[in-house]
C-alpha cells in the first residue's frame, strides 16, 4: 500500500547535507543524515508517495514514521486530526474567562496605547458572584480567568477575592482552574506576588521595551515620569522570591526599528540573562510595535514609535533566534507547537471577554468597534447573548481551500484575527506560518537546548 507524505510535514536540507522533516500536527522531527535511506532518495527527487520500506533490514523507521503521522494514507487524515484537536479546544470542557477588574484605567500612558484610560469602573461582589454563578452554570473540566486593562492590579484586591473563592468553587464541584495577568508590574510587591501565587494566580506577562532609554520613551507613568525601573524591579522581586515553583513570566518585549537594533538587542537580552539566568519560569517574547488602533476604527497617525510593516518581520525573527542563541526560553514556541497556538481566542465559544458594567466582548484589542459587543453577563451568571455572538463562534476551520493543505493549520484554525474574518469575510493567515524552515530551524534548536545537561 502507497503512503504519503502529510502536507504537515515541512522538509529541507540543512547545511550538513541532512534532509531535517518536521510535522506541525504533534512537534515530533526526524534528521535523515543516509544517503541510502529510502526518505533522503525520496526527497532528493522531490516526491511524497512512499511504499513500505526496509531500512537496514528493519521496518522500524518506517514504522516510526507511520506511528508519528508523518506517513499517511490520504489527507483526510491529517485534516480529521486538526479537526479533532480544533473540536476539543473549543468545547464546553473549558471555559476561559477575561476580567478587566479596572475597566481600561492604567497608571501607565504608553504612548503605542489603543486604550481609552478613561474609563475606570471598578468590579466588586456583585461582579464576583456574577462570575461564580455562570462558573456554576458551565460547570467546565478547566477554568481559565485572565485579568487584563488598562492596569488590572489597580484592583488587586478584588483579584484576590475573586481567585480565592473561585479556587473554593472549584474545589467543591471538581474544577481544574488556573489564572494568570497582564500587567505593567509596576504595582507588584513580594506581598503581593505571594498572595497571588496562593491565591492560584501564577502566570504572568510583563512588558518591558528595552534598555531603559527606549523603554522610557514608550511605557510612561501617568505622572510623566519614566518606568523601567519599577518594571525591572517586578522581575528582579519575582526572580529572587522562593518557593514559587510554578510561577511563569513571559517578559514581552514591544520593539521597533530604533529598540531593536542589533546592537540595543544584545545588550537587552543579556540584561535579562543576568538577571534570570537560567530560570525556568522566564520566557521572552519579542513583538513588533503596530497600530492596533486601527481595529477600532481609529487609526493613529504615522509615528516613529511604530515599527516598520516592511522590516518589523524580519526583526521579529532576528529577535527571536537571538533569544534563542542567548539560552532564554523564547516564549513563541508555544505558538508554533501547540494546538491553536496561533489562532485568537476570540473565535472561540468558550471564551469571554466580562467589562465592570457587565458588558461580553470577545477581543481586547477592538474594544469600541461594535462589532465586539457579543452580549451580558447577568447577576445569575446567564449570558444574554446578541446577533454578534454567532458572527465570532461559528466554526472557521479550513476557511478557504489552501488551509486544507497548509501545514500550519493545526497552529492556525483559520482563525488568526477572528475581527478581520467577518469584516473583510475571509480567513488570513498568521505570519508565523511563513517561513517554516526558520521556524523549525528555532524549535529543533530550543527543544535541544532545554534538554537535561544542554541547559
Request: glycine share 6%; charged share 25%; hydrophobic share 35%.
Amino acid at each position: 500500500m502507497a503512503y504519503h507524505i502529510s502536507h504537515s510535514v515541512t522538509a529541507h536540507k540543512n547545511i550538513d547535507g541532512d534532509w531535517v522533516l518536521y510535522n506541525w500536527t504533534n512537534g515530533e522531527y526526524a534528521s535523515i543524515y543516509d544517503k541510502e535511506h529510502p526518505i533522503y532518495k525520496i526527497k532528493e527527487r522531490s516526491e511524497s508517495v512512499v511504499e513500505p520500506f526496509l531500512y537496514q533490514g528493519s521496518h522500524d523507521d518506517f514504522n516510526w514514521l507511520l506511528e508519528n503521522k508523518f506517513l499517511v494514507k490520504n489527507r483526510e487524515e491529517t485534516i480529521n486530526e486538526v479537526l479533532l484537536s480544533y473540536n476539543k479546544i473549543r468545547s464546553d470542557d473549558i471555559l476561559h474567562l477575561i476580567v478587566l477588574p479596572v475597566d481600561q484605567a492604567c497608571n501607565f500612558s504608553c504612548v503605542y496605547c489603543y486604550e481609552d484610560h478613561a474609563q475606570k469602573s471598578r468590579m466588586g461582589e456583585m461582579h464576583i458572584n456574577a462570575i461564580l454563578a455562570l462558573v456554576r452554570r458551565k460547570h467546565p473540566k478547566m477554568l481559565h480567568i485572565e485579568y487584563f486593562g488598562g492596569e488590572p492590579l489597580l484592583n488587586s484586591k478584588f483579584i484576590l477575592e475573586l481567585n480565592k473563592r473561585v479556587m473554593d468553587l472549584c474545589r467543591e464541584i471538581e474544577i481544574s482552574f488556573k489564572s494568570s495577568a497582564t500587567t505593567n508590574g509596576s504595582l507588584l510587591s513580594e506581598d503581593l506576588i505571594r498572595g497571588l501565587y496562593d491565591n492560584g494566580l501564577r502566570s504572568y506577562q510583563i512588558t518591558i521595551d528595552g534598555l531603559p532609554e527606549d523603554h522610557n520613551k514608550l511605557r510612561i507613568a501617568n505622572n510623566g515620569k519614566p518606568t523601567f525601573e519599577l518594571v525591572w524591579r517586578a522581575l528582579a522581586l519575582m526572580a529572587k522570591m522562593e518557593g514559587l515553583d510554578n510561577l511563569n513570566v513571559l517578559i514581552r518585549i514591544n520593539f521597533n526599528e530604533k529598540s531593536a537594533q542589533e546592537s540595543k538587542r544584545y545588550a537587552f537580552i543579556e540584561k535579562i540573562k543576568s538577571l534570570i539566568g537560567k530560570d525556568g519560569r522566564f520566557s521572552v517574547l519579542p513583538r513588533q510595535i503596530g497600530d492596533y488602533s486601527g481595529l477600532n476604527g481609529s487609526p493613529k497617525p504615522e509615528s516613529d514609535y511604530l515599527c516598520s510593516p516592511k522590516k518589523g518581520g524580519a526583526l521579529k525573527e532576528d529577535y527571536e533566534r537571538d533569544i534563542i542563541n542567548s539560552g532564554l526560553r523564547l516564549g513563541d514556541i508555544s505558538t508554533w507547537v501547540g494546538v491553536g497556538g496561533s489562532a485568537c481566542y476570540a473565535g472561540r465559544p468558550n471564551s469571554l471577554v466580562v467589562f465592570p458594567d457587565m458588558k461580553l466582548q470577545k477581543c481586547t484589542v477592538a474594544i469600541d468597534n461594535p462589532l465586539n459587543t457579543v452580549g451580558e453577563l447577568k447577576v445569575d451568571g446567564t449570558l444574554e447573548l446578541n446577533g454578534n455572538w454567532d458572527l465570532w463562534t461559528r466554526p472557521s476551520i479550513f476557511g478557504k481551500n489552501e488551509c486544507n493543505t497548509c501545514h500550519f493549520s493545526m497552529q492556525c484554525n483559520s482563525s488568526a484575527c477572528p475581527l478581520i474574518n467577518i469584516q473583510e469575510k475571509k480567513q488570513i493567515c498568521p505570519p508565523d506560518k511563513l517561513n517554516p524552515q526558520d521556524k523549525v530551524e528555532k524549535i529543533i534548536f530550543y527543544n535541544e537546548m532545554m534538554e537535561p545537561g544542554n541547559e
